[in-house]
């Protein structure tokens, strides 16, 4: 077995046990999606500009090699929709589809899970 392929596989062993723990977790508390920042604050970690405004804005898509702004952020709820490329979702959506993450991991990650 090569590196690349024993590295590979402690890799995927690794995020199936923290998807486990975090189901139980999950188990016992709640998503609350209103712990989300606001839309701009959210996609500037992704180095996402959203100017002031209300509505959909368009900006460059990061899930395909974009030349110019396929992709609709909107300003209230956090969505967004690639229309040359079809990547949508809502503010969680994205953030499991920029890090290749389970819904129940990016939760986690962006502190949604509220303790019952
Ligand atoms: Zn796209």
Same mark, same amino acid.
């Given at each position: 077995?090569? &590196?690349?392929?024993?590295?590979?596989?402690s890799?995927?062993?690794?995020?199936?046990?923290?998807?486990?723990?975090a189901?139980?977790?999950?188990?016992?508390?709640k998503?609350?999606?209103?712990?989300?920042?606001?839309p701009?604050d959210?996609?500037r970690?992704?180095?996402?500009?959203?100017?002031?405004?209300?509505?959909w804005q368009?900006?460059?898509?990061?899930?395909?090699?974009?030349?110019?702004?396929?992709?609709?952020?909107?300003?209230?709820?956090?969505?967004?929709?690639?229309?040359?490329?079809g990547?949508?979702g809502?503010?969680?959506?994205?953030?499991?589809?920029?890090?290749?993450?389970?819904?129940? &991991?990016?939760?986690r990650?962006?502190?949604?899970?509220?303790e019952?």
């Open positions: 077995m090569t &590196d690349f392929i024993r590295n590979h596989l890799t995927l062993k690794q995020s199936s046990v923290s998807t486990k723990r189901i139980k977790k999950v188990g016992r508390g998503v609350n999606k209103s712990r989300l920042p606001s701009s959210f996609y970690q992704f180095n996402i500009t959203l100017k002031g405004g209300c509505g368009m900006v460059k898509c990061p899930f395909h090699d974009d030349n110019h702004a396929s992709m609709g952020v909107n300003h209230e709820h956090g969505g967004y929709k690639c229309h040359a490329c990547a949508s809502d503010a969680i959506g994205f953030y499991m589809q920029w890090h290749n993450a389970s819904f129940i &991991d990016a939760c990650a962006l502190q949604l899970i509220e019952a």
